[in-house]
Every structure is written in structure tokens, then in C-alpha cells.
């Protein structure tokens, strides 16, 4: 078969399947490909990424205009638009047709639900920040009514993996900007969400500012954790008095540990709860009586 100049190579392939004439070549379930006019896809409002590089755009358009379009977009037909349709998937691709001035682009035609598709395709592309990631998640979520443990279905990653992203939702505004800024890895972020108060993240940003790595991190936790004395979960000396000092020392060695622990509840037996119960009661009686 004579292939025709200046097709995709996806393009060429499929007119290679048809002009076979072999039915048998498509199963029934296989993805129905359409050519598109370009103004006539439209990007999805709530698609996961939100930062598209012009630079790696321009690269990547200068891919496509050498090597054709190797992977078509992912799209599904506007209900209300006839001949219409939304990205699934494949903004970055789409938009660089654009800047090359092509009229039409491939498309897949799907019937998924869109949401999920675009998540998890960008997901294993690594296209995502951390924060994006983290906001798309909690998209899915919310739309769903999602559980935890459905939304980690649906991605293909544990519960514990989507419970550490979704901690990135709990950093402040400033500390968020200046992770981007940074360029901080997914784990990078998670410790600093994990930190015990505004006084330890910024203790740990000043870290990652010098270039500390995600083990430093751990570290400089851990250390926290245990500073001033033993750590939570050593029973205090018998012949420790009972002054303000002391109680003052126990609090500040228990109150990180309570911290993360309130960030990321685990389940608690009776005899746990039990002695939380009577350290809350403890507490109550001193607050009331000073």
C-alpha cells in the first residue's frame, strides 16, 4: 500500500487496516477513531492539569510537525453539541496542533467517565504536580462521593498512597507556592504536611531551601519527635515529680505525636481509647483547678 505524504503514522496504520478489508482485523470493542476539525474539540473545564509550559508546547509541536501524531487524543461527544466534543485527554497534544495551524486532529471517542480517564492517564504519564494530583483526587472524590479507598481503586494506588497526597491539600497557600517554586518531589511535601505545627515545616523548609533530600526530612522529624527527653512511648521515671516542669516536659514530648497522629487517625482498640479517654479526664481536672 502506498502511503499517503504527510499522515500520522497512527493515521497510516489504520488506513492500512482498511484497505485490507479484513473485518475480522477490528474487534467490536476497539476504540472508534474519528479525524476532527481542531475548533470543534474543546478542552474540559476541570481537567487535572492547569500549568501547560509554552516552551515544551513549542517542543512538542515541533515533535509533531517531524513525526506526525503518534498517539491520538482522547475525547467523548459534547450531548448537547452535535459533531462536537471534549478532551478526555491530550490537551498538551491538541493545543500544540494548534499552534502548528492544523485544521484536523485524530481523536479516540470514549464513553468512559472522563474524569477518571483524564486523572489516571495524566497520573501514569507523570504529567501531574504533586499539588495537581492532589486537587485532582479530591475532585474525584467529591464528584463520586468517593471513599478513600474507591478513589485508590479507581487509580490503581493503595489507600495510604492517596491518603499522603491528599495531605498536600492541608499545606498553606504561601508554603504550597513555595513548594512549586522549589520543584519539590511528591514525598518532599508530604513531610512537610506531616509537620507537627507551623514551627517544625518551617524548620523543614529551611532544609529543602538548602537542598535537604526526603531522608533529611524523615530525620529532622524523628529528632523533633524525641526532643527534650524520651520519647512518647517510654513510661516517665517513677520518681519524676510532679511539678509544672515536668508535666510542661511530657506535653511538648506528646504533643507532635498527637498532632500527626489526629492528621492521619488509625483505628484504636478499647484499651487505647480507653487510656486517651482518662489522659483527657487528667487534663481536665488540672485545666480546672488553675
Request: with cysteine; hydrophobic share 45%; glycine share 10%.
Given at each position: 500500500m502506498k502511503l499517503q505524504k504527510g499522515k500520522t503514522a497512527f493515521g497510516r496504520a489504520m488506513d492500512d487496516v482498511a484497505a485490507r478489508g479484513d473485518g475480522s482485523l477490528i474487534s467490536r470493542e476497539f476504540p472508534r477513531l474519528i479525524?476532527?476539525?481542531h475548533?470543534?474539540?474543546?478542552?474540559?473545564a476541570d481537567q487535572p492539569r492547569r500549568h501547560f509550559d509554552e516552551d515544551a508546547l513549542r517542543q512538542l509541536a515541533d515533535s509533531i510537525d517531524k513525526q506526525g501524531l503518534l498517539q491520538p487524543i482522547l475525547v467523548r461527544a459534547l450531548a448537547d453539541r452535535r459533531g462536537e466534543y471534549e478532551i478526555?485527554?491530550?490537551?498538551?497534544?491538541?493545543?500544540?496542533?494548534?499552534?502548528?495551524?492544523?485544521a484536523t486532529i485524530h481523536a479516540i471517542v470514549t464513553t468512559g467517565e472522563?474524569?477518571?480517564?483524564?486523572?489516571?492517564e495524566n497520573l501514569q504519564r507523570v504529567d501531574l504536580s504533586p499539588l495537581e494530583e492532589a486537587a485532582g483526587i479530591q475532585a474525584l472524590i467529591d464528584r463520586h462521593a468517593y471513599t478513600q479507598e474507591a478513589a485508590a481503586g479507581a487509580l490503581g494506588w493503595s489507600r495510604t498512597q492517596v491518603n499522603r497526597v491528599l495531605k498536600l491539600l492541608t499545606l498553606p497557600e504561601a508554603?504550597?507556592?513555595?513548594?512549586?517554586?522549589?520543584h519539590l518531589s511528591r514525598n518532599a511535601m508530604v513531610e512537610l504536611a506531616l509537620a507537627a505545627g507551623e514551627g517544625e515545616r518551617e524548620h523543614l523548609?529551611?532544609?529543602?531551601?538548602?537542598?535537604?533530600?526526603?531522608?533529611?526530612?524523615?530525620?529532622?522529624?524523628?529528632?523533633?519527635?524525641?526532643?527534650g527527653g524520651p520519647t512518647p512511648t517510654q513510661e516517665p521515671e517513677p520518681d519524676t515529680a510532679p511539678t509544672p516542669k515536668a508535666l510542661s516536659s511530657a506535653v511538648a514530648?506528646?504533643?507532635?505525636?498527637l498532632t500527626r497522629f489526629a492528621a492521619d487517625p488509625q483505628p484504636l482498640s478499647k484499651a487505647q481509647r480507653a487510656q486517651l479517654e482518662r489522659l483527657r479526664?487528667?487534663?481536665?481536672r488540672i485545666l480546672s483547678s488553675h
Open positions: 479525524e476532527v476539525e475548533v470543534k474539540v474543546q478542552p474540559r478526555v485527554a491530550g490537551e498538551r497534544r491538541w493545543r500544540a496542533h494548534g499552534l502548528l495551524g492544523r472522563a474524569d477518571e480517564i483524564a486523572l489516571v508554603v504550597r507556592a513555595e513548594c512549586a517554586t522549589l523548609l529551611s532544609l529543602l531551601r538548602r537542598g535537604a533530600s526526603v531522608k533529611a526530612l524523615r530525620e529532622a522529624r524523628a529528632a523533633g519527635a524525641g526532643q514530648r506528646l504533643e507532635p505525636l479526664d487528667g487534663l481536665a
